[in-house]
């Protein structure tokens, strides 16, 4: 009789089989583990984990062209710093309305006070005078009101935009025209301001570039191009230090080429637009930067002039930016980049240093933004078109700005919204909303290398599937005030470090309470 | 942080070879003939599994953990779909009558 061995417990191949599946289950908590530590990391915080020309690591060679990006469609008009200007524009008008409250838009806009070209330009664009109307006649008031019961909500975030525009009295704006003042010194504290040196010849203009490049980025640029000047975004009057009967017909002879930087703004308070962040954390930085890159090259030898957001803007930038191959126009009407998409905050300087230029980029934003959509869905002001493409814009002037192509957008009624919101002065909620502006983990990594590449358009529609069915949105109306059907939403909650309720002793009223 | 550090992904690693090796003996217990092509399909469906939670961890990371829960739902439905076709393509020659004793 022979006894039969019995087996107990698992056989080898059973525990290979348990064991897999455990490492499976376990390998798959990791990466759940894993990628949250991605995607919380400060190493995804483009431009604001470090001061370093990685910061810009999209490689640009596959989709450039020769350019221009920017061709005129029709007679060219250039802006202007009294009507295009919203600020201006509005501060025109400001002045004017003060001086003359019993104006309504039922009467002649004539009679209003305003400049000639503003008449003007309020007849080719009456809904920029109902909207600038508006704004001061209702929209500021209520404004006023509301800050009143909801103003400590955003005390902090007060506080911390404000800590970004302290030294921006101490930056320097041109004093003189281009010819004296881009010529001179910019240190302070000397009795008589001293001419520049003589030029310091580099190699070669692409050597000349390289060390522009790269200073930039380590004055605190995320992103830098450079690029020929053209006129036609050069403002039609009202150059820094130049007086009103200086000649804006043509350019000065040595402003020749124009260095774009840009830098975003931080990325968890952005996300908090409309009402609790800030446009300062951008433009403090850009300027900061581009002051010290005029700085660096007029110690070479060479005129330059810094427009920044925190001095003076002698030009509207992003056309040079596009064209210095930074990145694409959007509907939004700005530039989005490949590593900062909409998040991107630009500032120029002017120079007559030899520079190697770039090239324009197409990445696909022109495609992206005719199937998007979402930054005209989420503007509470409806200042964004909704239209298809340019092409097939119903209002405004159509698809022509200025002589240019161009997607329309009501800066009436996107400056109304501003001055409706809570918290430091805007809104950026386009910015917030923009499927472009993302940090840079892994997935957004894909997304950015993958779609450009795509020509049938499969990833650019899957991830818009994506984008408008995964993430959350408030409506619209949300954004908007209380009493208005809003409760002064915000995109995402705002940073735990702008709580105002969690660190201050005061009485506070959340506007989202109910 | 030991969840991006060097040592992590060495574990990560070594978990890829253990479910590698029980994957293997599974295949083996259901008579599959495990060749180079199914290999690398297993992988690639691996792969797409996988990734549905490190994105679900990333968009929490990211304070989107309600996105990255209907990615990661999304991921999952197109790997069963994906399961079910690879399931039939590893069938494909195995032997019949398996002893799995």
């Known amino acids: ?514 | 942080m030991f969840f991006d550090g060097n040592i992590f992904w060495l574990f990560m690693g070594i978990l890829t070879v253990v479910v590698g090796g029980g994957f293997n003996e599974f295949a083996k217990s259901r008579g599959w003939t495990l060749t180079w092509w199914k290999w690398a399909l297993a992988v690639v469906w691996y792969i797409i599994f996988m990734m549905g939670f490190y994105a679900w961890g990333t968009l929490i990371g990211e304070n989107e953990g309600s996105a990255g829960f209907r990615f990661f739902l999304m991921i999952a439905f197109i790997s069963a779909i994906l399961a079910v076709g690879l399931w039939r393509l590893l069938a494909i020659g195995s032997s019949k009558n398996v002893n799995t004793q």
């Open chain 1, 1 to 514: 009789m022979t006894e039969t061995a019995v087996k107990s417990g698992p056989s080898r191949r059973d525990f290979l089989k348990i064991g897999g599946a455990a490492a499976l289950v376990v390998q798959a908590g990791g990466l759940v583990a894993a990628g949250n530590v991605q995607g919380s990391s400060a190493e995804t915080y483009t431009g604001w984990e470090s001061f370093n020309p990685a910061t810009q690591f999209f490689n640009r060679k596959p989709f450039e062209f020769e350019g221009p990006a920017h061709l005129p469609v029709a007679d060219v008009r250039r802006p202007s710093h009294m009507t295009d200007y919203v600020f201006g524009r509005v501060a025109t008008f400001q002045r004017a309305y003060e001086a003359n409250p019993t104006w309504t838009p039922d009467d002649p806009v004539e009679d209003l006070g305003v400049p000639d070209p503003l008449v003007a330009f309020y007849k080719e664009y009456p809904e920029r005078l109902e909207w600038d109307y508006r704004t001061f006649s209702e929209t500021i008031p209520t404004r006023d009101e509301d800050y009143k019961v909801y103003g400590n909500y955003y005390k902090l975030a007060d506080a911390y935009s404000s800590g970004f525009t302290a030294h921006a009295a101490y930056l320097p704006t041109a004093g003189s025209p281009p010819e004296e003042s881009d010529f001179m010194e910019m240190q302070r504290n000397w009795p008589e301001p001293k001419p520049i040196g003589d030029p310091v010849p580099f190699k070669n203009e692409e050597k000349a570039a390289e060390f522009i490049k790269e200073v930039a980025h380590r004055y605190g640029a995320t992103l830098v191009g450079i690029t020929r000047a053209k006129i036609d975004y050069f403002y039609s009057e009202g150059w820094a230090g130049c007086p009103e009967d200086y000649d804006y017909s043509k350019l000065p002879e040595h402003w020749q080429y124009v260095i774009v930087i840009g830098v975003p703004m931080e990325w968890d308070t952005v996300l908090a637009s409309p009402q609790a962040s800030t446009s300062y954390e951008g433009y403090d930085r850009v300027s900061t930067a581009a002051v010290r890159l005029e700085g660096v090259i007029k110690n070479l030898g060479y005129p330059a002039r810094a427009s920044t957001p925190m001095t003076y803007y002698d030009m509207i930038v992003p056309p040079f930016a596009i064209e210095a191959g930074l990145g694409e126009v959007s509907r939004p009407g700005y530039c989005i980049t490949p590593e900062l998409g909409s998040n991107c905050r630009l500032a120029a300087v002017v120079t007559n240093l030899p520079m190697a230029t770039d090239k324009p980029i197409k990445f696909g934003v022109e495609e992206f933004c005719n199937s998007c959509k979402i930054c005209a869905e989420q503007c509470p002001s409806g200042a964004i078109s909704m239209a298809d493409s340019p092409d097939e814009q119903e209002w405004g002037t159509g698809p022509v700005l200025r002589g240019y192509k161009h997607w329309y957008i009501n800066n009436g009624a996107c400056y109304n919204f501003w001055r409706e919101s809570m918290g430091p002065l805007g809104c950026r909620l386009c910015v917030a909303v923009c499927p472009y502006s993302r940090k840079d983990n892994w997935i957004h990594q894909l997304a950015r290398e993958v779609d450009p590449r795509d020509p049938t358009g499969i990833t650019r529609e899957s991830l818009l599937f994506m984008q408008k069915n995964f993430f959350d949105y408030p409506e619209a109306v949300e954004y908007r005030r209380v009493g208005s059907g809003g409760h002064f939403a915000s995109y995402r909650p705002e940073p735990a470090f702008l709580h105002a309720e969690d660190f201050l002793d005061i009485p506070i009223t959340s506007p989202h309470a109910d």
